[in-house]
């Protein structure tokens, strides 16, 4: 059974409540993610690789945002994630409210790692802070090299994007520097991980770069 | 030049505004549709391949929302469109109120077909009806089947998808069947076209449903 929590309309301050979300996981040691991408970029795909890959060396919790389904929610509990769902309602993005009620429903003290999956969109979600630690972003090189120019703010508001699916560049016929350029165009300091979940090609990077980043968060 | 015009934010009812847009553009005879996706669907392709087939049989214009750039205007104004960009400010979706002020800067009369093509995004243009006769849905294959179960109010919104990239079909093991049954699921009244705007498959029948369309409609 997995626990599901329906987003209401708040009046306080998202940022305020973001705040004290983030305040939350660093004094339970959590450290947290929050993923963003456009619809089918892989992002539930690379979380249960990625669950598969570091549980239990870590205890890991998944707050899941969807419009209207628990599909990703069952995906990553089989995975052996503490997962709780947020049914955004139809809204297009998670807010910091609706993540704090989730934390609630996690054990934070049990936890090492959390990682929010936002609701599918490259617009709404970038204006609510959620509180996690590092905002990443999945990037699928079938969207085209384009997506930076025309959704700017994802991508200036993230640290990372991991630029999906290359196992497909080959037959796109495009290759990752025409990705990198169009990103550091519009975010020089945005570090970019190429990774295939289908292949596993360059999933150790990411994995890597979360036990850096947990590491120097504690 | 591109006439590139700037998103307000209006107190107008949208549905007023809209049922006005849809009355002007039955004044003029001009057969217009509504296209929605989510971002790197391969909208502005069909729309360039579109414009390639059908112009100049047909005049043609293009509304094209856009957040931030004039990138996707100029691929389409290229092709022999009457063009304007609406500037949606970092909004996620058009709006009537923004159609209408760029269907003062086309020339109605001169058109037969208007495609506008909303912000890439699966949630929030579905609740803003533009006056377009006809909403339609580009959804790749890349995104995976479990699309409309995720996004169902986009789904059940339109009477057309065009299910595009057809053409990684193959690569990515997956059928056509597994696409229509997931929509039909969701919309059993949504008409489906299988389509590839790199290799031309399936065109044509965009183009005829195009055709047949602006047919009953005059």
Redesign the interface.
Same mark, same amino acid.
């Given at each position: 059974m997995i626990k599901v929590r329906l987003m209401q309309k708040v009046m306080e301050s998202n940022d305020a409540v973001a705040a004290e979300n983030a305040r939350k996981l660093r004094d339970a040691a959590v450290f947290s993610v929050d993923m963003m991408s456009?619809? $089918?970029s892989g992002k539930t795909t690379i979380l249960e690789r990625t669950l598969d890959a570091l549980i239990p060396a870590l205890t890991i919790g998944v707050i899941q945002g969807?419009?209207? +389904?628990t599909?990703?929610a069952e995906r990553v509990q089989a995975r052996g994630a503490q997962t709780v769902q947020i049914n955004t309602g $139809?809204? =297009?993005h998670l807010d910091a409210p609706a993540v704090a009620g989730a934390l609630e429903d996690l054990d934070l003290d049990a936890l090492d790692l959390l990682v929010i999956e936002n #609701?599918?969109?490259?617009? =709404?979600p970038t204006g609510f802070a959620l509180g996690a630690h590092e905002r990443v972003m999945v990037l699928?090189v +079938? !969207?085209?090299a384009?997506?930076p !120019?025309?959704?700017?703010?994802m991508f200036r508001s993230c640290s990372l994007a991991l630029v999906n699916?290359t196992d497909?560049l080959p #037959?796109l016929g495009l290759d990752l520097e025409a990705f990198a350029e169009e990103i550091a165009r519009v975010n020089p300091d945005m570090q970019i991980l190429p990774v295939s979940a289908l292949t596993g090609e360059g999933m150790e990077d990411w994995y890597q770069w979360l036990r850096d980043r947990m590491a120097e968060g504690q």
């Open positions: 456009a619809p $089918g969807d419009v209207d +389904t599909r990703d $139809g809204a =297009c #609701v599918g969109n490259l617009i =709404c699928s +079938t !969207e085209g384009d997506k !120019e025309k959704y700017p703010a699916k497909l #037959v």
